[in-house]
């Protein structure tokens, strides 16, 4: 009888992990499965590149500034009540995407498609890290953190295989039958559990999505626009003062949805500054090079996504492994080599990559950020989880989820504003004269992550925040 309950334990974190590292996957895998897909769609409903930016970006963009609503919803309604919501609206919005009749419509389901990631992506980690005792999470975190460098991996695969062998809609019918499978499994096999602030922050959310979409608006229309324009320094400036108020609101209101005294924690600070600029750099150079390998080196839209496999499909196989090294060693040396890694495989691309290039001579720079990529996941995860108090765990997971989300809508803007700035797709030519400085764009802001990687405290200056309470006078109380 005495080892009932550890069995009954181990039961409990199997189908956490099962279940969370899935749902994580299905949001994870629609960040980069359209990628493979966008000159199909493009061929399909039309458009110019500012439409495939906003394929992306409209995901990217709802995910990153609702994650931390989505914790707070969890926190005060219920983490699995709110998961279940989640992916109803995921599931739901990618049937919507997938009977999308033009352009517009797709954005708007992409969008929705977002704010069920948001609700249910910051739940995964907050679940699973209610289910596993402390000592055993850099390497459940680090299976965690594999099955979501799969879904990198997967995307470009599974959306170029479905694309020229069914049709580009495909990509987003698979979510509907997992979303349909987890909702039972979710329902019976979790145990419901909420924080300990129950009220919600409406105007911290309205700031920062207000501002980010204006900054994100701005980088997507600069080019085709102008730079001095009205709607784009209108968004640059408007957006920078609506993020400036944010961060005072994050300071001074009493249950802010980023509480900036988590920042006081060099950890934290640290960590998620790293997280923000590996996934500017990542996702900005995978949005143009998934577009390289077929319309300049002429592969079909699945030779493409097998040609990303050395680079996207390494976490598979190197995650685990690091969050095994991070529970030995620490996180911090491997981050930092991870992002040290990827930084010189993007910086090397950008070297070779010529009109006629052979796809030999790209295979050493993809496996190489492929490991970079991997060696940062999983010990990510584990930093930030283990550089606050245990009830702010929900909150901490929602930040650096919206930070990295941050970084992909940044980065697809960003990169894309450069080569459009210095290319284009009337010619192979033209379009590498606007891809390589792109990629020592994304280089630089990955460089730039290993840095801060590098400020996260070693092993043994580091230590578990104690739970401790909140002060409960604050200067100015939040909206309700």
Request: proline content about 6%.
């Amino acid at each position: 009888m005495a080892q009932q309950p550890a069995e009954a334990r181990r039961g409990s974190v199997v189908w956490a992990l099962v279940i969370t590292s899935v749902a994580g996957f299905m949001a994870a895998l629609d960040n980069l499965v359209v990628t493979t897909a966008l000159p199909s769609i493009r061929a399909d409903l039309g458009g110019a590149l500012e439409d495939l930016e906003w394929t992306v970006s409209a995901y990217t963009l709802t995910f990153a500034v609702l994650l931390m609503f989505g914790a707070a919803l969890g926190d005060r309604f219920g983490r699995r009540r709110m998961f279940l919501v989640g992916l109803g609206v995921f599931s739901a919005a990618s049937a919507a995407a997938a009977l999308a009749p033009g352009m517009n419509e797709l954005i708007a389901a992409r969008a929705v498609q977002g704010v069920g990631a948001a609700i249910l992506m910051p739940l995964t980690l907050t679940l699973l890290s209610a289910t596993v005792p402390p000592e055993r999470r850099g390497m459940v975190f680090g299976i965690w953190g594999a099955v979501n460098g799969l879904a990198v991996a997967a995307g470009p695969l599974i959306g170029g295989s479905l694309t020229e062998h069914i049709s580009w809609q495909w990509i987003f019918w698979l979510n509907v039958p997992i979303g349909l499978l987890l909702l039972p499994l979710a329902r019976l096999r979790l145990a419901e559990s909420r924080g300990p602030e129950p009220r919600l922050d409406v105007t911290g959310t309205v700031l920062a999505s207000a501002g980010l979409f204006g900054i994100v608006y701005a980088l997507v229309r600069g080019n085709a626009d102008g730079w001095s324009s009205g709607p784009v320094l209108g968004g640059l400036v408007g957006g920078g003062v609506l993020l400036a108020a944010f961060v005072r609101h994050g300071i001074r209101a009493r249950n802010p949805i980023l509480p900036m005294r988590l920042f006081r924690s060099r950890a934290f600070a640290a960590v998620n500054a790293a997280s923000l600029l590996m996934f500017l750099g990542m996702f900005g150079s995978i949005f143009l090079l998934s577009q390289f390998l077929q319309g300049v080196a002429g592969y079909s839209p699945t030779e493409a996504g097998l040609r990303m496999l050395p680079w996207t499909g390494m976490p598979m196989l190197v995650a685990p492994v690091a969050g095994f090294l991070s529970d030995r060693v620490g996180g911090r040396p491997v981050v930092a080599a991870g992002l040290a890694l990827q930084a010189v495989g993007l910086g090397w691309f950008a070297v070779i990559v010529e009109p006629g290039m052979s796809y030999a001579s790209q295979v050493p720079a993809l496996i190489v950020s492929g490991i970079g990529m991997a060696m940062y996941f999983a010990p990510s995860a584990n930093i930030v989880m283990g550089s606050v108090r245990p009830e702010e765990q929900g909150i901490a997971s929602g930040a650096n989820n919206a930070l990295r989300e941050v970084g992909g809508a940044l980065g697809v803007a960003t990169l894309a504003a450069v080569f459009s700035a210095q290319g284009g797709y009337e010619s192979a030519t033209r379009f590498v004269d606007g891809l390589t400085p792109a990629l020592w764009v994304g280089a630089a802001a990955v460089a730039a992550g290993a840095l801060a990687a590098l400020l996260v405290p070693g092993r043994r200056a580091a230590k578990a925040p104690e739970a401790t309470p909140v002060p409960s006078k604050p200067l100015v109380d939040a909206a309700p």
